[in-house]
C-alpha cells in the first residue's frame, strides 16, 4: 500500500486555484486607461496585490521542495537511483517549462534551480539545509533593497523556498505535523514579524509599496503554509476541501489547463476587468474540479503525470528485494 499525504494535495490544489486569480489579470491585455475600472475592481486589485499575487505561488515552490525530499527518500527506499531519476524528472519539466513561459508558469526555472537543490538531500543533517537556505534569502533581499524593489532576485527567492521545503521533507517534519505543533506555530510567529515590519514601512510611507511586497512575500508564504498545515491537520476540513485534493493530484495537467483556458478566454472576450476575471477564474475552478474528480475516478494519474512518471522511469526496475509498502507519493 502507498502512502500519500492528503494535506500536501490539498495545499497543492488550493495554491494552483489561488494563482490562477493573479493569472487571469496578469496574462490580460491592459488597456490604455482603467477610468471604467469601479471601487470593486480597485478593491480587488489590491486583495490580489497583498493577499495573493506571489505568495500562493512560493506556497506551490515549497511544496516543489517538499516534493524533491519525498522523491528522492522513495527512490532509495525502493533501490532505484535517486539522482538519476530526479534528474530526469526536471529535464522533462525543463523541456516543458520552454514552452510554457508563453503562459508564465516557473516550470523552467524550477527544473533549473531543482537540479541544484536535490543534491542538497546529501546532507546528513536537516538544520544545515535550513542554514543554507538563508544564504540565497539574504541576497535576494539585499538586493530588493538596493533596487527599491524593481528587480527581484526570483532565482534566490526560488533557492530559499526549495531549501526550506526541502528542510521540511529531510527533517521529517511533514511526515507527522501533529508531533510538530510547535514548530509550525514557532514559524508562522517568526514569519508574521517581517511581515508586519514591512507593512508598516509601507503604510507609514518609508519604503515603496513594491519593496514592501518583495521583502514580505517569502515570510508570507512560508506562514500561509504554516498556517494551511494547521488547518488540514482537522478531518473535518479536509473533508470540506477534498476537491481540491483531486485537483493538487493533478497539479501539473491543471496547471497548463488553466493557463490554456485563460489564453482562449482572453482570445474570445479580451480585456477583462478584475471584477470579471473572478468570476471567469471561479468556472475554470469548477472545470478543473469536474474533469479532475471524472479523470481520477478512471484512472490512477492525471495524463501529464502519467507521462512524466513514465520518462523517468523508463528502462528502471524497482529491486525485488524492497517492497513500496511505505513508500510516500508525490
Not at 120 to 131: D, E, Q
Not at 179 to 184: A, D, K, P, V
Not at 200 to 229: D, R, V
Not at 288 to 311: A, C, D
Amino acid at each position: 500500500m502507498q502512502l500519500r499525504i492528503t494535506s500536501l494535495d490539498i495545499i497543492r490544489g488550493l495554491a494552483i486555484c489561488a494563482v490562477l486569480f493573479v493569472n487571469m489579470q496578469y496574462m490580460t491585455p491592459v488597456p490604455s486607461d482603467t477610468h471604467n475600472f469601479t471601487n470593486v475592481d480597485k478593491v480587488i486589485e489590491s486583495i490580489y496585490s497583498i493577499v495573493i499575487r506571489g505568495k500562493f505561488i512560493s506556497v506551490f515552490t515549497i511544496l516543489f521542495g517538499i516534493g524533491i525530499g519525498i522523491f528522492i527518500d522513495n527512490a532509495k527506499f525502493k533501490e532505484r537511483p535517486p539522482y538519476k531519476l530526479m534528474f530526469r524528472r526536471l529535464i522533462f519539466l525543463f523541456v516543458v517549462g520552454i514552452p510554457c513561459m508563453i503562459l508564465g508558469m516557473p516550470f523552467l526555472q524550477y527544473a533549473f534551480v531543482g537540479f541544484f537543490v536535490m543534491f542538497a538531500t546529501k546532507i546528513k543533517k536537516p538544520w544545515v539545509i535550513l542554514a543554507i537556505s538563508f544564504i540565497p534569502l539574504i541576497f535576494s533581499l539585499i538586493n530588493l533593497i538596493i533596487h527599491n524593489g524593481n528587480t527581484p532576485s526570483m532565482t534566490l527567492t526560488l533557492f530559499f523556498l526549495m531549501l526550506f521545503g526541502l528542510y521540511l521533507s529531510e527533517s521529517k517534519i511533514i511526515y507527522n505535523l501533529k508531533r510538530h505543533y510547535y514548530f509550525l506555530y514557532t514559524t508562522l510567529l517568526i514569519a508574521c514579524i517581517p511581515v508586519i515590519i514591512c507593512l508598516t514601512l509601507y503604510y507609514t510611507g518609508t519604503i515603496s509599496g513594491k519593496l514592501a511586497h518583495g521583502l514580505a512575500e517569502p515570510f508570507q508564504a512560508i506562514g500561509y503554509l504554516m498556517i494551511l498545515f494547521l488547518v488540514f491537520q482537522s478531518s473535518f476540513m479536509k473533508k470540506v476541501f477534498t476537491p481540491f485534493e483531486k485537483i493538487g493530484k493533478m497539479a501539473f495537467t491543471n496547471f497548463i489547463l488553466q493557463g490554456l483556458l485563460i489564453i482562449i478566454t482572453l482570445r474570445i472576450f479580451g480585456y477583462l476587468t478584475p471584477k470579471v476575471g473572478i468570476f471567469v477564474s471561479i468556472i475554470i475552478i469548477v472545470i478543473n474540479v469536474l474533469l479532475s474528480h471524472y479523470w481520477l475516478k478512471h484512472f490512477k494519474q492525471g495524463p501529464l503525470e502519467k507521462l512524466w512518471r513514465k520518462w523517468t522511469y523508463k528502462n528502471v526496475t524497482q529491486s525485488k528485494t524492497q517492497s513500496a509498502q511505505h513508500t510516500v507519493k508525490i
